[in-house]
């Protein structure tokens, strides 16, 4: 999900930086030129650091900016397809919620949050399950996975479909509901 990569590049420094820190002008471009864009290998670059290894400048006929030689760390943020996530509930509508996963988020069908019926309530705005009674609501911490993801060429444009019916997965007290029946059957055949 998080991950960590060094990347060497070279940065181009206008006369209007010049007599200024390097480093300090080097770590603001960098991060002007790379946070917050979405690399298809490597993910969502979300923060640039330890920007180290400038070389000297060398100019390029014709333009006024030095470039430097730069080698820097990013963290960055990448779902696989597959992977079990925890996330925040940060809105429900009609056709399901949205789960809050990192910088990005997640859409959970309605029929993918259990296996029983779901309802919407507009009035106490929840979504609710007609025979577990079963409740969601937002801010709401569940478990869910990543069905699909639909990488576009920038972040709001990225779709994720999530699902929360595998055993296993959703609210965290559905789960403990879960694990009650589970353990008071094996209490009933250690008594026989």
Request: proline share 4%; charged share 30%.
């Amino acid at each position: 999900m998080y991950y960590k990569y060094t990347i060497k590049d070279t940065l181009s420094i206008p006369p209007s930086y010049f007599g200024e820190d390097i480093n300090k002008v080097a770590t603001t471009l960098l991060r002007e030129k790379y946070e917050r864009i979405l690399d298809r290998d490597m993910g969502i670059i979300l923060v640039v650091y330890n920007v180290r290894d400038i070389s000297d400048g060398y100019l390029l006929p014709g333009d006024p900016s030095t470039h430097h030689d730069v080698t820097f760390d990013a963290l960055t943020f990448k779902l696989e397809v597959e992977e079990v996530v925890v996330g925040e509930v940060s809105e429900l509508v009609e056709f399901g919620c949205f789960v809050r996963i990192g910088p990005l988020e997640g859409l959970v069908h309605l029929s993918q949050i259990t296996s029983d019926f779901i309802s919407f309530d507009r009035k106490s705005g929840v979504l609710s399950s007609r025979n577990t009674g079963r409740v969601l609501k937002k801010g709401d911490v569940v478990y869910a996975k990543v069905s699909t993801i639909s990488w576009k060429s920038n972040i709001k444009d990225t779709k994720i479909a999530l699902t929360m019916r595998p055993e296993g997965l959703g609210k965290e007290e559905w789960l403990l509901e879960e694990e009650k029946p589970q353990k008071e059957r094996k209490r009933q055949q250690k008594k026989k």
